[in-house]
């Protein structure tokens, strides 16, 4: 059974810094891309970054890019969310999503979120 | 950037077919792909590349797509329908970035 736990949401200072991990368990990690999503308190979906199999290739949301980062250990079947510079919009519930494959598409699980609260 | 629309609601009595849009410069070049949330839990996909049905979904979920625009159909809604649904797609720059449409509240009353 595919099972993805999300950890770290917390809540922060505007400015702050914060890392978010994603266990996953249930496949061969290191066989799929892997991505984050958010969504903010009673709004829509906001896709916020993919990271390869390998971790060779990342995307990001114009909305974070240059203040977040993802990762991954492949041999740990852990995925990360650096988020650094935050703002208050960036307070969401985040998940990870599991890929169909090793190349980006789309996602077929997600986990339950961690929540992120950016406020002073 | 990319933006993907969808009407904010739809309402549709029991039994009855709902269709929920999605549009998208990029959709005559990309698959789109829907998701259903319910309250308080994580999305389920419901359909993949345009009209595909993941196994355990529903045979009255149904999808297509034609130009600019995918559509997701409901044939003989259930009240258990009732919740939100997304489209999501990538751009056509071919980036992988993705993006989800701003969502559609389904009311089955």
């Known amino acids: 059974e595919v099972q993805l736990v999300e950890s770290g949401g917390v809540v922060v200072q505007p400015g702050g810094s914060l890392r978010l991990s994603c266990a996953a368990s249930?496949?061969?990690?290191?066989?799929?891309?892997m991505h984050w999503v958010r969504q903010a308190p009673g709004k829509g979906l906001e896709w916020v970054s993919l990271?390869?199999?390998?971790?060779?290739?990342?995307y990001y949301a114009d909305s974070v890019k240059g203040r977040f980062t993802i990762s991954r250990d492949n041999s740990k079947n852990s995925l990360y969310l650096q988020m650094n510079s935050l703002r208050t919009e960036d307070t969401a519930l985040y998940y990870c999503?599991?890929?169909?494959?090793?190349?980006?598409?789309?996602?077929?699980?997600w986990g339950q979120g961690t929540l992120v609260t950016v406020s002073s | 950037s990319y933006e993907l629309t969808q009407p904010p609601s739809v309402s549709v009595s029991p039994g009855q077919t709902a269709r929920i849009t999605c549009s998208g410069d990029?959709?005559?070049?990309?698959?789109a792909y829907w998701y259903q949330q319910k309250s308080g839990q994580a999305p389920v996909l419901v359909i993949y590349?345009?009209?595909k049905r993941p196994s355990g979904i529903p045979e009255r979920f149904s999808g297509s797509s034609s130009g600019t625009m995918a559509t997701l159909t409901i044939s003989g809604a259930q009240v258990e329908d009732e919740a939100d649904y997304y489209c999501?797609?990538?751009?056509?720059?071919?980036?992988?970035?993705?993006?989800f449409g701003g969502g559609t509240k389904l009311t089955v009353l």
């Open positions: 999501y797609s990538t751009d056509s720059s071919g980036n992988h970035r993705g993006v």
């Open positions: 590349e345009d009209s």
């Open positions: 249930g496949f061969t990690f290191d066989d799929y891309t």
């Open positions: 999503a599991k890929d169909t494959a090793m190349e980006p598409g789309w996602f077929d699980y």
């Open positions: 990271i390869s199999w390998d971790g060779g290739s990342t």
């Open positions: 990029a959709l005559p070049k990309k698959y």
